[in-house]
């Protein structure tokens, strides 16, 4: 019973490069959450995913960023143009439902940009 | 906004001995978690607090809740080694609606000394 997968697990990438993160959730999961941790700091939440909706993306920011969770396949988070400020590690988690369901998280990708 | 506090941030401490460490939240939620992140790796959930009062144990952590002070406790019993690691409280925003966004604090650092 393999739990939340993502890949990769690291990602260098220069400045004005793209990056693409992927995660493929826990089976029977189809609710998809993406966290980024800074150096240092908690995660902060940054989009919730159904299969083909996004259902909340307050914490992305509005430009660079966006996420998506195909009918098949993983869920996506990619990141136009990266900047030294980008680097972080990047959490997918997945619940069965949504609205409480407790989230069981991958191990991350760290993101690192020259 | 919901807001999350821990402290201490940082705690060295010797084996055998005991210490809480403390979570504050700004807003009513009715669930919390606690999290552990060794270096380099990803969340492992440690206990689901669920309402008033609860109170969970395993092994030499005990954690537990108080809805009303929105505080949550993470006791540790007779450390050892093998608990060094960072420790993350996290609330969900059950108030707001967004009970599916996570909120977690900074993190404490612990560090057990033989």
């Known amino acids: 019973n393999a739990g939340v997968m993502q890949n990769p697990r690291h990602l260098v990438r220069r400045r004005g490069q793209e990056a693409r993160l992927r995660c493929s959730p826990m089976?029977?999961?189809?609710?998809v959450y993406w966290y980024r941790q800074l150096p240092e700091e908690g995660l902060k939440f940054m989009v919730y995913l159904q299969k083909e909706n996004i259902i909340d993306e307050s914490g992305m920011p509005k430009e660079r960023f966006s996420a998506e969770f195909p009918k098949e396949g993983p869920s996506i988070l990619r990141i136009q143009q990266v900047v030294r400020g980008d680097s972080a590690a990047y959490f997918c988690?997945?619940?069965?439902?949504?609205?409480?369901?407790?989230?069981?998280f991958g191990p991350g990708t760290r993101l690192t940009v020259l | 906004e919901l807001k999350v506090e821990q402290n201490p941030l940082f705690l060295s401490m010797q084996e055998g001995k005991n210490y809480t460490i403390y979570c504050n939240y700004s807003t009513t939620s009715d669930r919390l978690y606690w999290y552990r992140q060794d270096p380099g790796k990803s969340l492992e959930s440690l206990f689901v607090l669920l309402s008033n009062g609860a109170v969970k144990q395993e092994g030499r952590l005990m954690a537990s809740l108080d809805t009303k002070a929105r505080l949550s406790t993470l006791h540790i019993t007779a450390a050892v080694h093998d608990l060094s690691a960072t420790y993350f409280c996290a609330v969900d925003g059950a108030s707001g609606g967004s009970n599916y966004k996570l909120t977690f604090g900074k993190g404490t650092l612990l560090t057990v000394n033989p």
């Open positions: 089976k029977g999961h189809s609710h």
């Open positions: 988690a997945s619940s069965p439902q949504g609205g409480g369901y407790e989230q069981f």
